[in-house]
């Protein structure tokens, strides 16, 4: 009686830990967000089972050097919605792997990820500042109404030979863009 007792308590603790090893070494996700409005990112992370969120997701939110500069210039314009809007950059979990969000396009030609990387766009704009000033506003914006398509633009930083035919031209793509 004694021995089926312990073989029971046994076989109780060795069940009961069956599911934190399935949470930990099978369903943490983790990834990270973008948010257009704020300009910056956040990871996160939390535990799922049988692809069901269990507990609260932890977050980290940053920015890289380029997004600082940003901010620090003033070419963040203010955003009119109550609430940030967070877009998928990347997830990755065990049972489904890598998972690509609408939010990667941007954030890969931005080069957000590590701040020794993004320096191209800190140097054009410091480079350039007049068209700087037209044109992140001008871009961020365009991200804000539609951050899967709004990369492409990236390259017409170069664009006009004049500063007026700068301002033309991403007025033109720029704004006709979210208008």
């Keep these: 009686m004694k021995k089926t007792a312990i073989v029971i308590v046994i076989c109780l603790l060795i069940l009961s830990l069956i599911p934190s090893v399935l949470v930990k070494d099978f369903g943490e996700v983790s990834g990270v967000e973008f948010s257009p409005d704020l300009f910056m990112h956040r990871t996160f992370r939390y535990f799922a089972l049988f692809g069901i969120q269990i507990g609260t ?3 980290k939110v940053w920015r890289n050097d380029f ?8 070419y963040i314009p203010p955003i009119k919605q109550d609430k940030a809007r967070w877009y998928m950059v990347k997830d990755y979990c ?3 792997g890598f998972h690509k969000g609408i939010a990667r396009g941007i954030c890969q030609e931005l080069e957000c990820h590590g701040s020794l990387n993004n320096d191209r766009w800190i140097k054009w704009s410091k480079e350039n500042p007049e068209r700087a000033k037209i044109f992140w506003p001008a871009f961020i914006s365009a991200s804000r109404h539609n951050i899967g398509e709004s990369f ?7 664009i006009g030979n004049s500063l007026e035919e700068f301002k033309y031209e991403v007025d033109e793509y720029l704004y006709g863009f979210i208008k």
């Design 57 to 59: 997701k932890d977050f």
């Design 67 to 74: 997004e600082v500069f940003l901010l620090k210039n003033n």
């Design 94 to 96: 065990s049972w489904r």
């Design 152 to 158: 492409y633009f990236l390259r017409f930083v170069n």
